[in-house]
Structures are given as C-alpha cells and as structure tokens.
C-alpha cells in the first residue's frame, strides 16, 4: 500500500494539468506493453494485447483487445481534470503599482484556499516558429504568483462575512516592474525565441505545495487535485495488473459537465467501443460494467450535520458507492449487487453514501455515460474532504481498496 500511495502522490505532483495527467498514463501505459493508437489511422489490434488512444491530449481511454467480447469489459471511468484558476486570453493589468495576471475560474473553485499560496502555471501554449505552427505543454513549476489575503486589519469582518468575487479579488499578482508576457511565455520553450510568436494558451495557476502524508500516523494524503487524479491512477494500476477485459476512460471537461468534444458527454468512448466491437457494439454494451470513479463527500468532523447519518462515508474505512435515486448516480442494486459481491469476496470494505434529501446532490460522468453507451454503471469514490479546494484531504487505505476490487471485478460476471 505504501508504494502504491507513494506512486499516486508522485502521478499528481507531476500533473499541473490534464496534458500533464494524460502524458504521465501514457508513459506508465507504454512502460507496461500498452500500445499508443491515433484516432486519424486505422486500428490493427491484436488479440490479448493492451492499447491507448488520447484526445486533445487532454483525455486517454486504454483498453485491452479480445476479440471474443463475450464476456464484456469493466470500464472504469474518471476526469482528468479539476477547478481551478485558469489565465485570460489577455490577462496583463496594472493596479497599486502592481502587474496582475487576470484569471477566470475553471469550474466549481472554492476560492477562499487559492490566497496566499505560492503559485506556478502550467498548460498548453500554440506558437509559430517562422512559418509553421507548433503547440507545447510547458510548466512553470516556480513561483511566478500570488493572491494576497486582505489584511484583517482592513476588514474587521473578514472572519464572519468575507466573501470572495471572483473577478476582482482574486487575480494573481506576478511583479512591480515591466514584464512582456508573450516573451516570458516563449522563454519556456527553451529554445532561441526571435523568430517565434505566441498565438494562444490554455494555461492553469496551480499550488507549488507538494502532495504530503499527514496525521501522527501518517494515515491522510493531503494534495491538490484528489478529485480526480486520484481515481485516475488507481484506473491505471487496475488495468495493468487484471487479467480481464478492462477499459479507462479518463475524460477532460467533467468539472464544467463533460459536453464537449473530449468530454464523457461527446463522442470519444463511443467511438472508441465502436471501432473495438464493430456490429457487436450493443451486445458488448449489455455484457460491460461502467465502474464511475469520482471522491465522494467523506463527512467532515466539523460540520456532522451536513451528512445523511445513515450514509456518511468515513475517511479510510473503504470506498463509497453513491446512490441517488434521480439518477445523479448511476448505480443500480443490479450493479450495487455485483460491486459488493466482488468487494465482500476480498474482504475489503465499503461504504455507502446518499446525500442529505434536504440538499441538492453532485453528479459524474456516470450517469452521462449510461446514457450515452446504454451500459450498466455503478457510482464509487474514495472519501475525500475539502473537495474542490486548492488541497484535499483523503485516507490512506480506501484509494488501494478500490483498486483492488477493480482488478478483479471482472470476475463477478
Ligand atoms: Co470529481
């Protein structure tokens, strides 16, 4: 469990950003016999093989071939990405002497935790060099910027009525003096800039403050990013280590409802079970299981109450299958049934979690992917606190646990 939760810390230091997530599973897919397939070029799969096959770089499904189908895959799903403050197109101001950098919230943000951490950038930036056009993930992983606190002083009220708008105060600022952003930006590139000129960026402000164990016991991973790189990686040790038919889908865009072009409501995971399965799409379909791996709420010990009792997960005391009966969650007592069936034959522990019926309930891409591929689908997710904030807090057995149902779900046909 160590090492698994070591290598977990180090997969989410390593991604700023979906780009950086995805080109950190590609490689570990590659170091395990994965094979990279391109979507533009026609596929030749092999029986019993392992493939993978990105979007935008910023989604990966992974899967492995057989050709018998008959038995159907466990398809694991999660996102890549996660809220945060992301830079504007033009995003240089002045204000009390200071160069800001003007930022807009990516989506759900809890913008109170961004102040007064140091911060780094990182994302994509498309340049030409001469005459051709280039793109490049690029990180900056020093600290360029900073969200200073109003000093208490200046608002007696700050601890029991501050609010935070999110577009005047919380822009980042970065120096006293001039700064030419576009060459700053192209200085990343390493190589001779004079003949490079920036066209665009999608870049995402980011805590330099490294993934930790916590607690006297050590039992509590705090990190940015938990929700969802967390299920993201134990997707991939699932799949390299089960001997059964398995797909991961780790989708872009779930934080901002997943309709786009590399989102679990569009079109990638589709295509992909269509190019794998041909006219035998809708009979692999009733034969797979969707496994929807999102952090669920673990119940905060300062606010109980914001918790059903009867289904407040707890942090380390296994994962939490989610339940709704509107179909927030996609979980069945069909798919509830095989999940605990698996987990009880592993003597891993569960939990269920529903949301208080007096508040409104989260969703996933569960339910998007039901609907969209027609395939049973259970919600799961490691208890997680501070969901959405800058840094999260999980335990440190329940991210394990999962993975080792996963693996050997597609046992309990
Ligand atoms: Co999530």
Redesign the pocket.
């Known amino acids: 469990m160590q090492p698994f939760n070591e290598g977990m810390i180090r997969f989410i230091n390593a991604s700023p950003t979906p780009f950086h997530a995805v080109a950190w599973m590609a490689e570990t897919l590659e170091s395990r016999g994965f094979h990279r397939l391109e979507e533009d070029s026609k596929w030749n799969l092999e029986e019993g093989k392992g493939y993978y096959v990105t979007r935008n770089d910023s989604s990966l499904i992974a899967f492995t071939y057989t050709s018998s189908l008959d038995k159907g895959y466990v398809i694991v799903g999660a996102?890549t990405d996660s809220p945060h403050l992301r830079l504007k197109p033009n995003p240089l101001t002045t204000s009390a002497g200071v160069k800001r950098l003007g930022v807009e919230p990516y989506g759900g943000v809890l913008l109170n935790p961004w102040f007064d951490r140091d911060l780094g950038l990182a994302g994509r930036i498309v340049y030409l060099e001469g005459n051709v056009r280039k793109e490049k993930v690029i990180t900056i992983d020093s600290p360029i910027a900073f969200i200073p606190s109003l000093a208490i002083h200046l608002d007696r009220e700050a601890n029991s009525s501050r609010s935070v708008n999110a577009q005047s105060d919380i822009v980042p600022i970065i120096a006293t003096g001039d700064v030419d952003l576009e060459a700053f930006l192209l200085s990343q590139l390493e190589e001779d800039t004079a003949n490079l000129t920036l066209l665009a960026h999608e870049l995402s402000f980011y805590d330099l403050q490294k993934g930790s164990f916590v607690g006297v016991h050590n039992e509590f991973i705090t990190s940015a990013r938990l929700?969802?790189l967390l299920s993201c990686y134990v997707g991939v040790q699932a799949i390299v280590e089960s001997s059964s038919p398995m797909m991961l889908a780790c989708m872009d865009h779930?934080?901002v409802g997943s309709d786009s072009h590399v989102g679990a409501g569009g079109t990638f995971v589709e295509e992909t079970l269509r190019r794998i399965a041909g006219e035998e799409f809708a009979p692999l379909m009733r034969r797979s299981l969707m496994v929807s791996c999102?952090?669920a709420h673990a119940q905060h010990p300062n606010f109980p109450g914001k918790h059903e009792s009867e289904h407040a997960p707890i942090l380390n005391k296994g994962v939490a299958i989610k339940i709704n009966s509107n179909q927030r969650y996609a979980t069945s007592s069909r798919t509830m049934g095989r999940f605990l069936q698996c987990a009880k034959a592993l003597e891993i522990p569960t939990q269920t979690f529903v949301t208080r019926s007096d508040m409104g309930c989260g969703s996933?891409i569960g339910p998007i992917s039901a609907t969209r591929l027609g395939v049973e689908t259970i919600d799961v997710g490691v208890p997680t606190l501070g969901?959405h904030s800058i840094r999260e807090l999980s335990g440190i057995s329940d991210a394990y646990g999962l993975c080792r149902i996963l693996t050997r779900l597609g046992d309990f046909q």
């Open positions: 996102h929700d969802n779930e934080e999102d952090n996933t969901m």
